[in-house]
């Protein structure tokens, strides 16, 4: 792949990412993305310009703001980096092909959605429904699942949730899981179909019941449990046809 469109794609993922970071902040609080203009979380300065620049202004303020010196924080360079990561590897991966506008558009998704969930314990309907929408009109792409399977996705990633929900719930006598995660499942099933819906629900609950859940029961936290579906998702995309057949294979 041209190194050219490989970095281009990378700066417009910074972009992307910059934007991510108002969502993730602005959407879970009901605030608008548009009005009012990036600001100070601190002391609510309108950000000039060049105070605005992805990453580099950043790192040119060394993470604090240049009218009231307050911390920042990790959140705004680490999203726009990974979302460069994400739109430049996956251009390097599969070229300007519908793949790589897949890819792109399901890994930034689950981006917003996992860090949202993990700081606000919030799921915003936009980025599922909202992202569960685009999965089927991406569809009609070729390579990807078929508007059918992808409909199919949605509902059956929806519905195993929701079982699963149900059953959690009953087990241990208290909620087990928000609607925004069903939400998400949703959306999940949109873009890789009732296989890799399964595939994520599986690997999801694995790591969340590995990473959080004994914490979350000795201490009554929450969990965030949209992180770990978005790991799930992640590797259901990348691996679920050597995994699923790696699976068949072992129960036969």
């Known amino acids: 792949?041209?190194?050219?469109?490989?970095?281009?794609?990378?700066?417009?993922?910074?972009?992307?990412?910059?934007?991510?970071?108002?969502?993730?902040?602005?959407?879970?609080?009901?605030?608008?993305?548009?009005?009012?203009?990036?600001?100070?979380?601190?002391?609510?300065?309108?950000?000039?310009?060049?105070?605005?620049?992805?990453?580099?202004?950043?790192?040119?303020?060394?993470?604090?703001?240049?009218?009231?010196?307050?911390?920042?924080?990790?959140?705004?360079?680490?999203?726009?980096?990974?979302?460069?990561?994400?739109?430049?590897?996956?251009?390097?991966?599969?070229?300007?092909?519908?793949?790589?506008?897949?890819?792109?558009?399901?890994?930034?998704?689950?981006?917003?959605i996992a860090v949202t969930d993990a700081r606000f314990y919030v799921i915003p309907d936009r980025l599922s429904l909202g992202g569960a929408v685009l999965g089927v009109a991406l569809a009609f792409l070729p390579g990807a699942p078929t508007v059918t399977e992808s409909v199919l996705g949605a509902v059956i990633g929806g519905g195993a949730l929701w079982l699963v929900a149900i059953l959690g719930t009953l087990a241990f006598k208290k909620e087990a899981m928000g609607g925004g995660d069903i939400k998400m499942m949703t959306m999940i099933g949109a873009f890789l179909g009732w296989k890799g819906a399964l595939l994520t629900v599986f690997l999801g609950a694995l790591a969340g019941t590995l990473v959080f859940v004994p914490l979350a029961w000795k201490s009554d936290r929450l969990v965030p449990f949209g992180l770990f579906l978005a790991l799930g998702a992640a590797l259901a995309f990348y691996l679920g046809a050597p995994l699923l057949e790696w699976y068949l294979g072992f129960l036969r």
């Open 1 to 112: 792949m041209d190194g050219l469109a490989i970095i281009l794609s990378g700066l417009v993922g910074l972009a992307v990412g910059s934007f991510l970071n108002v969502v993730i902040l602005r959407w879970p609080r009901g605030e608008s993305i548009v009005s009012p203009p990036s600001r100070c979380p601190a002391c609510e300065t309108p950000l000039r310009w060049y105070h605005n620049i992805p990453l580099a202004s950043w790192i040119a303020l060394r993470g604090r703001c240049a009218s009231c010196r307050a911390w920042i924080g990790w959140q705004y360079p680490l999203v726009e980096v990974a979302t460069a990561a994400i739109w430049a590897g996956n251009v390097a991966a599969y070229g300007l092909e519908p793949q790589a506008y897949r890819a792109v558009a399901f890994l930034t998704i689950l981006l917003a």
